[in-house]
């Protein structure tokens, strides 16, 4: 829990008796790798702080096909924000790449912080301007930057994540093919 908490103290001004009712509401849990903490069709009901481990965030297109829309990293929140915030049920799912901590924080943390932090308001804007900024720097990179570039983007985004995910999650997060990455990195070791 510490860790959760060092990094809320460092997005707002909180209290000790603040923060120890705060993550009263919140549990650790532990996942497996391959293990989804969320699944489509289901209303989330908690967001995630990854105190250790990965995450892929999937969506499945009509004919089956999985795409990695995003990867989540220690001491990052994560849920399907719009199903949470509008409690409908969620088009992603959730699943960890590595054996994974998280500190699960329940609807009832969320809105209890909200309503009686004196910087709740600030701390869930801090959290949702960084997932939109993070949404529209990913937007802008698929359709503003070369193939190369957003590869050569991607570790500035998720560091070392070439050693910790498989290649064809990366394509697929890339928005390209298994083959036109490995050429992509072909080229890229080409230029030392």
């Excluded at 990854?50 to 829309?69: A, N, P, Q």
């Excluded at 600030?122 to 698929?142: P, T, V």
């Excluded at 560091?159 to 990195?185: E, W």
């Amino acid at each position: 829990m510490e860790q959760l908490a060092q990094v809320i103290r460092q997005m707002i001004q909180i209290s000790e008796s603040e923060m120890a009712e705060l993550l009263g509401f919140c549990t650790p849990a532990y996942f497996n790798n391959k293990a989804l903490l969320s699944k489509p069709g289901e209303v989330p009901q908690e967001i995630f702080f990854i105190t250790k481990g990965l995450l892929r965030v999937i969506v499945t297109d009509v004919e089956g096909t999985d795409h990695s829309m995003h990867f989540a990293l220690e001491n990052q929140f994560i849920a399907d924000y719009s199903a949470f915030i509008l409690k409908q049920p969620s088009l992603q799912t959730l699943q960890a790449l590595e054996p994974m901590e998280v500190i699960i924080m329940p609807r009832v943390a969320i809105d209890w912080g909200y309503a009686n932090l004196q910087q709740g308001d600030k701390l869930g804007r801090l959290i949702a301007e960084y997932y939109f900024i993070y949404q529209d720097h990913r937007i802008r990179n698929l359709y503003a930057r070369t193939p190369m570039e957003r590869y050569e983007a991607l570790g500035q985004v998720f560091p070392n994540i070439q050693n910790r995910v498989p290649q064809h999650m990366i394509a697929s997060y890339l928005g390209m093919t298994p083959v036109h990455l490995s050429r992509l990195k072909k080229a890229d070791r080409q230029k030392i």
